[in-house]
């Protein structure tokens, strides 16, 4: 069974056609119009959205930089670098200390990184839904951006990046202990585009090394919080069987380009499902997306992936049972009428498929 079994279960309660949230970056400016939306159309899991339009500090690398050690942020060029500057030693032994003494202030993120989480808990407090979701950029993907004077990404520097890796873990705790706050359960997924490139010469690294990472992230949040459910969102085609094994309580990927790629782990995918645990399929497009793309063709594209799983021993019943239902990534660099069209349709398309 899943790690986090009282808030699988609770999931597994909730209709299947309201097992509907999102992807992180909307293209709203203002927190209320952004958070008004999601609650309509994701009223069970609502999601925390980044307004990367409104602030570059709500992108998924300058939103969790705050108090990373030995890291600086570049406010004209908006990106975070190795400050090689700073006192490593002194900054490491601040950092540890406040980790090991569980001050998780210490590592909140600043209203003006995030001004829709107050917004949307704000909202959430005497509503109905029993989740809210939020996320955190996964250590692999924020290592592999950052590098030392010689060029290597942080990832290599083992110090550092135990350190990175351990600090966006507590960023996640903090979230989901605000919104344990106002009575919810959290939902926590670990963004990782760059696991999309393991295998390619843009991502030098092993898999069994990226996933010592995901280990070690999913390690020390389990040991500190039971009552939450890890999600692993990964926006390209990538090792699935590895992700699968991971211990992950939700596999998030885009099912509308990489669904039969998924497909090809049919044994992995089994033994997943039993464990009790979530698979969130992004049925809509987002850098896809085009006025072209109509519910009924998204309806046959998934009800094909079904079939393809079916074939592979795993009835549609499982796997339904078992859904989520998001766009394939977020939806920050669209238009905003694109984004509001895209939350529709998953919203219309998860009722529409949770009588299959």
């Given at each position: 069974?899943?790690?986090?079994?009282?808030?699988?279960?609770?999931?597994?309660?909730?209709?299947?056609?309201?097992?509907?949230?999102?992807?992180?970056?909307?293209?709203?400016?203002?927190?209320?119009?952004?958070?008004?939306?999601?609650?309509?159309?994701?009223?069970m899991i609502p999601y925390v959205p980044q307004l990367l339009k409104r602030d570059p500090r709500e992108s998924m690398f300058l939103q969790f930089a705050e108090n990373l050690p030995c890291l600086g942020v570049n406010y004209k060029k908006m990106h975070v670098f190795f400050d090689r500057t700073r006192d490593m030693?002194?900054?490491?032994?601040?950092?540890?200390?406040?980790?090991?003494?569980?001050?998780?202030?210490?590592?909140?993120?600043?209203?003006?990184?995030?001004?829709?989480?107050?917004?949307?808990?704000?909202?959430?407090?005497?509503?109905?839904?029993?989740?809210?979701?939020?996320?955190v950029t996964g250590p692999v993907t924020y290592l592999m951006s950052l590098a030392k004077g010689d060029k290597r990404p942080l990832i290599y520097d083992d110090a550092l990046a135990?350190?990175?890796?351990?600090?966006?873990?507590?960023?996640?705790?903090?979230?989901?202990n605000e919104i344990k706050k106002i009575g919810k359960t959290p939902l926590l997924f670990l963004d990782e585009p760059s696991l999309s490139e393991?295998?390619?010469?843009?991502?030098?690294?092993?898999t069994e090394k990226a996933r010592s990472f995901v280990d070690g992230f999913l390690g020390f949040i389990r040991k500190r919080d039971r009552d939450l459910l890890v999600g692993l969102h990964c926006c390209g085609n990538t090792d699935w069987g590895m992700i699968l094994e991971s211990g992950v309580d939700i596999v998030s990927l885009d099912s509308y380009s990489c669904g039969d790629k998924l497909m090809l782990y049919p044994k992995e995918t089994s033994r997943f499902l039993k464990r009790g645990v979530f698979i969130a399929f992004g049925i809509v497009p987002t850098s896809e997306y085009g006025n072209w793309i109509t519910e009924n063709a998204l309806y046959d594209q998934f009800m094909s992936i079904l079939t393809g799983f079916e074939e592979r021993g795993i009835p549609r019943g499982e796997l339904l049972d078992h859904a989520i239902f998001t766009p394939a990534c977020g939806t920050g660099p669209l238009r905003p009428r694109d984004a509001r069209r895209i939350l529709e349709l998953v919203a219309s398309l998860a009722g529409r498929i949770q009588d299959r």
């Open positions: 069974m899943s790690e986090s079994g009282k808030a699988s279960d609770l999931l597994r309660s909730v209709d299947r056609g309201l097992r509907v949230t999102g992807i992180g970056s909307v293209p709203f400016l203002d927190p209320d119009e952004a958070c008004d939306l999601i609650l309509k159309h994701c009223p030693g002194k900054e490491l032994d601040r950092f540890y200390d406040n980790l090991k003494q569980a001050h998780y202030d210490w590592f909140r993120i600043s209203p003006e990184y995030c001004r829709s989480l107050p917004v949307l808990l704000e909202k959430c407090r005497t509503s109905a839904n029993p989740f809210v979701k939020t996320q135990e350190a990175v890796t351990l600090g966006l873990a507590m960023k996640g705790l903090w979230q989901a393991l295998g390619s010469a843009y991502m030098p690294i092993t």
